[in-house]
């Protein structure tokens, strides 16, 4: 089975900064791409960031400028500077479009709460 792991999460200051790991294990043959997405209690989950396996990434408008991506293979961080009392939510691992068994499908990991005190 494919699984994601998280790690990371946890409380910090505003203007602190954070780093969140997530690693892809099973039987995958390739992941498209890998980011992060988080949800707020009373808010839609949102984007926060993807990266592609090339490095390409993509930043949610709420964090350009503060938060870095990176990925090497399976494996993905989210380095978070700068930190906000409204960036509180719980995060998300993603990989999206990975091909098991032929078929390509999108996995989560649990979540990883990140809570930013003002």
């Known amino acids: 089975q494919v699984q994601l792991a998280e790690s990371g999460g946890g409380l910090v200051q505003a203007g602190g900064s954070l780093t969140l790991s997530c690693a892809a294990s099973?039987?995958?043959?390739?992941?498209?791409?890998m980011g992060w997405y988080r949800q707020a209690p009373g808010h839609e989950r949102e984007m926060v960031a993807t990266a592609g396996r090339s490095g390409t990434a993509k930043f949610g408008d709420a964090v350009k400028g503060r938060f870095t991506i990176s990925r090497d293979n399976n494996a993905v961080f989210l380095q978070m500077s700068s930190l906000k009392p409204e960036d509180t939510a719980v995060y998300y691992c993603a990989a999206l479009g990975t091909i098991v068994s032929g078929q390509a499908g999108n996995f989560w990991g649990q979540g990883t709460q990140v809570t930013v005190s003002s």
């Open positions: 099973g039987p995958i043959f390739l992941i498209d791409r």
